[in-house]
């Protein structure tokens, strides 16, 4: 009964939606905003990757907030399983195939994160995605060892300097420049982009990227480590 | 650095990123950076108010320009809000001060500084992308700090607010697809310049998806299921700040986007049905509960409902009335959700029935509730009544009879649960209880917005010269549209 | 247009497991399902016919070729409102199964739905 009516429903509400979706183009040259920001991204920002110019200088006042909403989420978790801290991850050991590789991969997976959240400006990728690489790295050594600890202090030391890193990227702008998250070291007279695709480019995008990349990944750790302590 | 609107976003994310790091130092330390933080953006609220009144202020960020860029869009109505904002932010955190007995405090406080982020982004921004991101971060700071004492029913009642949420900020971001797929643009204003070629099926539709995203928040009326259970179960203080803060911002936001894009005058007597659904609704189950904070907690559905009302008639004295209200609500439910919380405290019970007598045992807290009772009912010398009383007559100049005999009549339901509960307070004998004390910074805050309610109510009409401003911003889209996007044409 | 369709109903099944299911955890992957649902309709709206990522890589590659990158912009910041979101409702899920010892939803519900 109650499948029969949930299907009803969302036959109804499916119905309308490809109806309303069925009358907006498909696959046609970007316009608007998004047409402007492929226009521009190499001559007002100096990055290559275009998606990365938009997260991180054209519309970097929401990734300020999708940082927030990650150390939101890191701290709300740790506020709901709090009295769960201190006790012992209860996995089994992993075989010894499985802990020789990770430990020969992991530092791998971290080059490979750091990798990508440096170059998030030239190449696919960026903070978020280099940050969640490192993460997975670090879930690699949880699975396979069950003595693998990581350090709270400075994971809370790396989330915390790396937020206000960004936040006092952002008020410089609003100190030495007009406005806040501006590119302090790009524009101007001179036009300091940096040469298109190198790796010192784009002024202050890769530093907010790394430092992204950094808190990101603190984060993911920590909220795996706190989920796997909760394993009875 | 010049005083800009980005402080007011930028500032309590900066304080709850050093919060970890101090509490390193100096746990004790940690309680007192959300009142500087509140203190310090009150005296930038107030310094830039009389500026957004000569002219709104429009913060560009990252230096493009509207609708490249994303803008803040400081206004009159967005600098009374964010005002309102600071001086009940710190009030709430005075009275929190010697609440929080639970640990992790320090984490406490993050989630509060970045619940008043959220709030403030949603009320300040020009981009409706960058409001979905902010209504986020209030949202998620919202299930935490419900859940934040751990217990059996804060678990649950946190769980049910996500699901809740969850499908309104899926509605929210199939609303931006739909207008990113029309419009190729997010910038409000652009928007509202843009929609106008966008067919009306699609648009009726993204406002659909709209009101049912942003309504959940707001409380209206099918969608306010969460709203009983979080404030009850929520530590008092957020309660109040839910009551006061997160509703208004997200009501806010959601008015922002209807005389925007959507103001058609259907649309305006949709929302006033869903006004009055919502205030007859919330009275009446207020009505039947037994548990105070539940009680509060359905009448401030009821309140939202009649401030919808106000919106809804779309003239100026009906905003003007609105947002009275709308001040109005924000300091009288905060002080009854004060004093109830430690009505409730002293009483070791959730219940009403456990309250009997204790107006004799705890006299000072008693009577802050029996006065925010009163004022909340409209009783004359109570700012209350002069909220109710400009609404009724903007109703009454729309010739809206209906309208007014309703809000009549949902004031006497109200007027039966208040008093009830002041009866038991102080007619019905007394039972011994152990007596604990109420802190000295809890009747300091309350103190503090009883002095505010009785300023409001003895010089209503110069407040409402100054909310003139706020109501002409909101009801006149034109010239939002020219103070964002004036910079580009010229 | 498939790719609409196909995104649509990818958000009506995790609607679907929402709704239907009594496994908290399930209710939780219904959640990322509508969240994925999204997404991908995002996605699609930039899609640009043999359109090339929106990256300046070579000097060959034109702003002509390349797809919107806007959506993309945007679903990256909500695959990490998604996740933060899911993270909570998690760690949610481990404290109603701390004090029920149940993951059944009709066997939890105490407040009124």
């Known amino acids: 009964m109650r499948k029969a009516l949930a299907i009803l429903l969302l036959v109804i509400v499916g119905y309308y939606f490809i109806a309303i979706f069925l009358n907006v183009p498909f696959g046609n040259k970007p316009k608007g905003v998004g047409e402007y920001y492929l226009d521009k991204t190499p001559t007002q920002t100096g990055a290559a990757n275009a998606v990365t110019a938009i997260v991180v200088s054209y519309r970097g006042f929401d990734t300020l907030g999708e940082v927030t909403v990650l150390f939101l989420a890191a701290t709300g978790l740790g506020a709901i399983l709090f009295d769960k801290k201190g006790k012992k991850r209860r996995l089994q050991n992993a075989s010894i195939i499985v802990k020789e590789t990770s430990r020969v ?128 | ?91 709430i955190w005075l009275y929190s001060f010697k609440f929080i007995i639970r640990e992790p405090s320090e984490k406490y406080y993050m989630l509060f500084m970045m619940l008043i982020t959220g709030a403030t982004g949603i009320m300040l921004t020009g981009d409706v992308f960058n409001l979905f991101v902010f209504f986020e971060i209030t949202a998620i700071a919202a299930y935490s700090l419900t859940a934040f004492l751990r217990d059996k029913d804060g678990a649950e009642a946190a769980f049910k607010y996500l699901l809740i949420g969850s499908f309104s900020s899926t509605f929210f971001l199939l609303a931006i697809a739909l207008i990113y797929s029309n419009t190729h643009t997010l910038n409000m204003a652009d928007l509202a310049v843009k929609m106008q070629n966008v067919d009306v099926t699609t648009k009726l539709f993204i406002l659909i998806l709209f009101i049912s995203g942003l309504g959940i928040e707001s409380e209206l009326f099918p969608l306010n299921g969460w709203a009983p259970d979080a404030y009850s179960q929520a530590p008092t203080p957020v309660a109040a700040v839910f009551a006061g803060i997160v509703v208004k911002a997200s009501l806010y936001a959601l008015l922002r986007l209807v005389f925007l894009m959507f103001n058609w005058s259907e649309v305006f007597y949709l929302l006033l049905v869903l006004g009055v659904i919502t205030m007859l609704v919330g009275e009446m189950s207020a009505m039947r509960q037994h548990q105070i904070k539940r009680m509060l907690a359905f009448s401030s559905i009821g309140q939202m409902g009649l401030i919808v009302i106000a919106f809804s008639i779309a003239t100026v004295p009906s905003l003007q009335a609105g947002f009275f209200q709308m001040v109005n609500h924000v300091l009288i439910k905060s002080l009854l959700f004060f004093s109830a919380g430690y009505l409730v405290f002293h009483s070791g019970s959730k219940d009403i029935s456990a309250l009997d007598g204790l107006g004799k045992e705890k006299p000072i807290t008693s009577f802050f509730f029996a006065f925010g009772a009163l004022a909340i009912l409209g009783l004359p010398p109570f700012s209350g009544f002069w909220g109710k009383m400009f609404i009724l007559m903007a109703a009454g100049n729309s010739h809206l009879l209906l309208v007014v005999v309703l809000i009549l009549i949902s004031g006497i339901i109200e007027a039966v649960y208040y008093l009830r509960v002041i009866s038991r307070l102080y007619f019905y004998k007394e039972t011994t209880k152990e007596v604990r004390r109420t802190p000295v910074s809890g009747l300091v805050a309350m103190g503090i917005l009883t002095v505010l309610i ?37 | 247009m498939i790719f609409y369709v196909t995104s649509i109903l990818v958000i009506l099944i995790g609607i679907y497991a929402v709704l239907v299911k009594k496994n908290l955890i399930k209710i939780v992957i219904g959640l990322s399902i509508v969240d994925s649902g999204v997404n991908l309709l995002l996605i699609s709206i930039g899609y640009v016919k043999h359109g090339t990522a929106p990256i300046f890589s070579r000097p060959d590659l034109t702003a002509a070729q390349m797809v919107d990158p806007v959506p993309q912009a945007l679903v990256l910041t909500a695959i990490v409102i998604g996740l933060g979101v899911t993270a909570v409702a998690l760690a949610l899920v481990i404290r109603l199964y701390d004090h029920h010892k149940t993951m059944d939803i009709n066997k939890i519900r105490k407040l009124k739905w």
């Open chain 2, 454 to 490: 009785i300023i409001l109510g003895l010089y209503p009409n110069t407040i409402l010269a100054y909310l003139k401003p706020a109501a002409n911003d909101l009801l006149h889209r034109t010239e939002y549209i020219n103070a964002v996007l004036g910079q580009i044409h010229l």
């Open chain 1, 105 to 232: 991969i992991y530092p791998l997976i971290v080059l490979l994160g750091a990798y990508v959240f440096i170059h998030g400006h030239l190449t696919p990728g960026g903070g978020f995605q280099g940050g969640a690489i490192i993460a997975t790295g670090v879930l690699l050594m949880f699975m396979s060892y069950r003595s693998f600890e990581t350090n709270h202090g400075a994971l809370s030391w790396i989330e915390s300097l790396a937020g206000i890193t960004f936040v006092s990227l952002g008020l410089s702008g609003l100190i030495w420049g007009t406005s806040f998250l501006q590119n302090i070291l790009v524009g101007g007279a001179q036009q300091n982009l940096g040469q298109l695709n190198h790796l010192v480019s784009a002024g202050i995008i890769p530093l907010i990227y790394i430092a992204v990349g950094f808190k990101v990944g603190a984060e993911l750790t920590a909220l795996l480590d706190n989920m796997l302590k909760t394993i009875k």
């Open chain 2, 1 to 91: 650095m010049n005083l800009t609107p980005v402080q007011f976003v930028a500032i309590p994310l900066f304080a709850a990123f050093l919060i970890p790091i101090v509490a390193k130092i100096s746990k004790e330390a940690v309680k007192y950076i959300p009142g500087i933080v509140f203190l310090y953006l009150a005296y930038v609220a107030f310094t830039l108010f009389p500026k957004a009144l000569e002219k709104p202020i429009v913060e560009i960020i990252a230096g493009f320009k509207p609708p490249f860029g994303i803008v803040l869009y400081f206004g009159p109505t967005a600098a009374f809000l964010v005002s309102m904002v600071m001086v009940v932010g710190f009030v």
